[in-house]
């Protein structure tokens, strides 16, 4: 029995080792940072560009059930986002102007440029990207993130349609039920593709895919799973409304903001971890 708890113990000091070397805890503060900041300009710019393939209210609903989704049950939370949601897509399906659309990407894509330096220190890569190509790689990102957006959508919101035009004869229970469940697995897939597709193109340097794939998969389920400790959390917090007022769902929000760039860092260490020890 040793034998296979050797390696298992060998992964976990390592694992252990590496993040406490990166202190990914204080990296995930500058993630998040940079991704609040980024957040409504990279979601005014998705609304934009799948606006033009698809309805406006197939846009707002994607979005409000997405993040309903991976935002925890915090107070209040689903009035805000819907709101907000609203508010964004009313806007970006008006014509954005040059400028705007300047600074809009100006600010996603020096987001993602942030996150790619922040993996490069935990691929311990000496010989980075040069400042050109590390821009070109956050708008390719941005191109990526924006097509699984499409797809996702596309495939939330016609599903329902298929399946009346397709299915009118037979079990059409069964296969509303089953492009129902489709749909609802589309979520988490999205993460984890957004997850897989930033540890494999954003540092300089890659690993085996085999080892990106356990990172990405590790950072989802960490997700989902955290997401409901993080409601035990805020249902436990006692005062915390009285001392916070209207902004305590800004504060919870940030905070699980924080958590989730931490747990997206220990997807990346757990990857690089693996090819380390078995490379």
Request: charged share 10%; proline share 3%.
């Amino acid at each position: 029995m040793s034998l296979y708890f050797k390696p298992i113990k060998h992964f976990i000091q390592c694992l252990i080792s590496s993040i406490i070397k990166h202190n990914i805890v204080a990296l995930a503060a500058v993630i998040a940072f940079f991704g609040l900041s980024a957040m409504i300009p990279l979601a005014l710019l998705l609304i934009y560009g799948a606006s033009i393939f698809i309805p406006n209210t197939s846009v707002q609903n994607f979005l409000s059930d997405i993040l309903q989704s991976y935002v925890p049950n915090l107070p209040e939370a689903k009035l805000y986002l819907v709101e907000n949601v609203s508010r964004l897509v009313s806007l970006g399906s008006k014509q954005v102007g040059i400028v705007g659309m300047i600074g809009l990407l100006w600010t996603t894509v020096s987001g993602f440029v942030s996150f790619q330096q922040i993996l490069d220190m935990i691929w311990e890569i000496r010989h980075r990207r040069s400042f050109v190509k590390q821009y070109l790689v956050g708008f390719g990102m941005l191109g990526i993130l924006l097509s699984l957006t499409i797809i996702t959508s596309l495939a939330t919101s016609v599903s329902l349609e298929m399946v009346q035009r397709i299915f009118t004869r037979g079990n059409l229970t069964f296969w509303l039920a089953f492009f129902h469940d489709i749909s609802r697995m589309s979520f988490p897939l999205l993460l984890f593709f957004t997850c897989y597709f930033c540890y494999r193109f954003l540092p300089s340097q890659t690993i085996r895919n085999f080892y990106l794939l356990i990172g990405a998969l590790v950072a989802t389920l960490g997700i989902y799973l955290s997401r409901e400790a993080f409601v035990w959390y805020s249902f436990h917090l006692g005062q915390y409304e009285m001392i916070y007022g209207s902004l305590t769902f800004i504060m919870l929000f940030t905070f699980w903001i924080y958590i989730v760039c931490i747990i997206v860092l220990f997807g990346a260490e757990v990857a690089v971890t693996l090819s380390a020890v078995r490379e």
